[in-house]
């Protein structure tokens, strides 16, 4: 029985660097699995979208799918959007089963991912004791999502640096500018910004202003194609299809 496809669900955006992105971070899972058949949809601006994907993937007889959103936390559209998506592509196409995994953060290979774009932009590992860094996330007006943020800031803390503040490009406060003068106020003398964020767009230059405006020392890059990433939307795959394959409780 052939596994089912893996359907990557990404925002979407008029800057042509996030589609790069998201077909390069594809490629990297399908190179990380020969055979496993994966691809890419978008909710907005670009194509093709998540109907017309899954249209095609019925059409040339797919039986199930799981769509994988990427998403970093649970906010608006991994509650609303893509459900409501997905709903509407099950009553169209019956034959077709469609489910959706979960969210990737948090998760320690996303914790990875930063640190890998952190070194690559010059941060060496003997830094984090006399570095305060700014974990800077697109934002949310969903509180669940801020929360998560600043929980994973608190456990970067105690990964070794000397301070992290959490910050955000929409939605929240502080922002990024903000963050990066609160760590100077509080003495810190070198500071990094690490966007917590997939691709390029409109938000992470947001997050990228905010950290020249303020003066800190080191940006590092969007988390992109990582194979810290690409293993991640692997896991959350493989755990969707052990959750459907689950017997479900006998009612007593």
């Not at 990737?104 to 004791?129: F, I, K, Q, T």
């Amino acid at each position: 029985m052939s596994s089912p496809v893996l359907l990557l669900i990404a925002h979407g955006s008029r800057d042509p660097r996030h589609a790069a992105t998201v077909h390069a971070l594809t490629a990297r899972v399908r190179a990380s699995r020969p055979g496993l058949r994966v691809e890419t949809g978008f909710l907005d601006f670009n194509a093709p979208s998540v109907p017309r994907v899954l249209e095609r993937l019925a059409a040339e007889g797919a039986h199930e799918v799981v769509a994988l959103p990427l998403l970093l936390t649970r906010a608006f559209h991994a509650k609303s959007d893509i459900p409501a998506v997905l709903r509407e592509a099950r009553a169209a196409l019956p034959r077709l089963r469609v489910r959706q995994a979960e969210v990737l953060g948090p998760s320690p290979l996303l914790n990875a991912a930063l640190e890998r774009r952190l070194y690559e932009a010059g941060v060496r590992p003997g830094d984090r004791s006399s570095t305060g860094l700014v974990l800077a996330s697109a934002g949310s007006t969903d509180p669940e999502a801020i929360a998560v943020i600043a929980e994973i800031a608190r456990e970067l803390r105690h990964t070794g640096w000397c301070s992290v503040r959490p910050a955000f490009a929409s939605a929240s406060r502080p922002c990024t500018e903000d963050a990066v003068r609160a760590l100077r106020a509080d003495g810190v003398r070198r500071v990094a910004v690490a966007p917590y964020v997939i691709a390029p767009g409109r938000l992470p230059d947001r997050i990228a202003a905010g950290a020249a405006e303020a003066g800190a020392d080191v940006l590092a890059g969007v988390l992109g194609p990582a194979p810290e990433l690409a293993r991640l939307l692997l896991d959350r795959y493989d755990e969707a299809r052990v959750r459907s394959a689950r017997p479900v409780p006998l009612s007593a």
